[in-house]
């Protein structure tokens, strides 16, 4: 693996920072009140090319790799973790489910669109009764005589509120396992599709998560995406890879509360001297600095697997696992660095320590990938 950059891959990594400071920092705050993320915002990020870093050329995107992605949602989540998240959720999950499953008909419709920002994406994967277990959805899609039928319910579904196009998975057999689920392109308009009211989340609130139901909502035939009953082996498929971005956007949480902290300790004095000529405080940026640091190691490693065409799952989840619960460390320290200052919404460490905890639970929980870290390692030695 190289550690370095490709020059094309830095200059999008220098863009992206560009803009993180300039639209996203100045905003933050605002955003996390109000819980949105303004549409103009999301054009802004359409006209860079954010919204289609992973999307082939062929397709208007920018024809970058996972490791791509990784670069740029660290960039974003270093000042905000919902603006990273909405991207996760548009690129890193819908549009990569049509990448990596839809036939070519459905690629040339969707991604070019995806790519622009001209429509959102969301991807339902979970229910309100089932989110590790999501193989025991209940969501139905049953044939009709032009296509299917969806009924069910789907939950904690960011961007639904925005979202032109939904991945939808659904149960296809009337009987539980990995191969009775398959996957669907859903347009927002389709009658049936119904958006509920966006949660009032503890961080990550410049992203909308919203409940997306379904009723009777009739979809051609042709808005399969993917082979029959192989929806969950795909959505499989984009969580190893999601698992990348996620451990990325705690590495862009992590080192804003790191950064945040240096700052502070140079500017704040006691006992006549910075902070950081105090050798405690000195010692837990060190310590701060490490953690970012590995993290962004690992998580550049898992990706660098799945660009070489050999992904390995088991690296993706140490990836984020270690990433994730290293920003809540940093996060904290950085908040015990700023002493009361940390404790109030002028410093941004508060957000996104808050922002962060949603990495310890979405796609794949902290304890979920201990589960698949100690499987993989077993199978391994044993083989
Ligand atoms: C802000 C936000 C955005 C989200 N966005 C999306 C989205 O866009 N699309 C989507 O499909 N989903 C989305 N999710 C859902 C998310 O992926 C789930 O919340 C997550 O998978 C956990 O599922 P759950 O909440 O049902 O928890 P549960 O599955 O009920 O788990 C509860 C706790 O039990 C633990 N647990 C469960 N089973 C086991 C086990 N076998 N062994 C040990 N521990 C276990 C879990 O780790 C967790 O700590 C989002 C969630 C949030 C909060």
């Keep these: 693996m190289s550690y370095e950059l490709s020059e094309d891959l830095a200059a999008f990594r220098d863009l992206t920072r560009k803009f993180a400071l300039e639209v996203i920092a100045p905003n933050a705050r605002k955003w996390d009140e109000v819980k949105w993320l303004p549409e103009e915002v999301v054009a802004e990020m359409g006209r860079i090319g954010l919204l289609g870093v992973t999307i082939p050329e062929e397709y208007g995107g920018a024809g970058q790799g996972l ?3 990784t670069v740029v949602t660290e960039e974003l989540a270093r000042w905000c973790g919902g603006t990273a998240l909405f991207l996760a959720a548009h690129l890193g999950l819908c549009a990569t489910h049509i990448r990596l499953a839809a036939n070519e008909k459905q690629k040339a419709q969707w991604l070019p669109r995806l790519a622009s920002g001209e429509v959102i994406g969301s991807w339902c994967l979970s229910e309100p009764d089932c989110g590790t277990d999501a193989e025991a959805m209940t969501t139905r899609a049953e044939r009709t005589k032009t296509g299917w039928k969806l009924n069910g319910r789907k939950f904690w579904i960011t961007n639904g ?3 032109g196009v939904f991945v939808v998975t659904a149960r296809t057999e009337p ?6 689920i398959s996957a669907f392109i859903v347009e927002r308009d389709r009658p049936g599709l119904i958006v509920g009211e966006p ?6 609130r410049a992203s909308d998560t919203v409940p997306v139901n379904f009723e009777n909502c009739e979809i051609p035939e042709e808005n399969l995406c993917g082979n029959y009953n192989e929806g969950y082996v795909d959505a499989l498929r984009v969580l190893d890879r999601g698992r990348c971005t996620i451990g990325s956007l705690s590495v862009g949480l992590g080192r804003g509360c790191l950064e945040e902290a240096v700052k502070y300790a140079a500017e704040r004095k006691s006992f006549g001297v910075p902070l950081h000529a105090h050798q405690a405080i000195a010692f837990k940026l060190a310590d701060m600095e490490t953690l970012v640091e590995s993290a962004r190691l690992l998580v550049r490693q898992a990706a ?3 660009d070489a065409g050999r992904p390995d799952k088991r690296l993706s989840s140490i990836a984020k696992l270690y990433a994730s ?4 460390r940093v996060g904290w320290e950085s908040i015990q660095i700023h002493g009361g200052a940390g404790y109030v919404k002028d410093v941004c460490v508060e957000r996104l320590v808050r922002d962060n905890k949603l990495c310890e639970i979405g796609e794949g929980s902290s304890e979920v ?3 698949l870290i100690a499987r993989a390692e077993f199978q391994r030695r044993r083989a």
């Design 175 to 180: 009987k539980r396992g990995a191969r009775t």
């Design 304 to 306: 660098s697997t799945h």
């Design 67 to 69: 490791l791509g992605m």
């Design 199 to 204: 949660e009032d989340k503890m961080g990550m």
């Design 325 to 328: 619960e290293m920003a809540s």
């Design 161 to 163: 509120k925005r979202a």
């Design 369 to 371: 990938q201990r589960m």
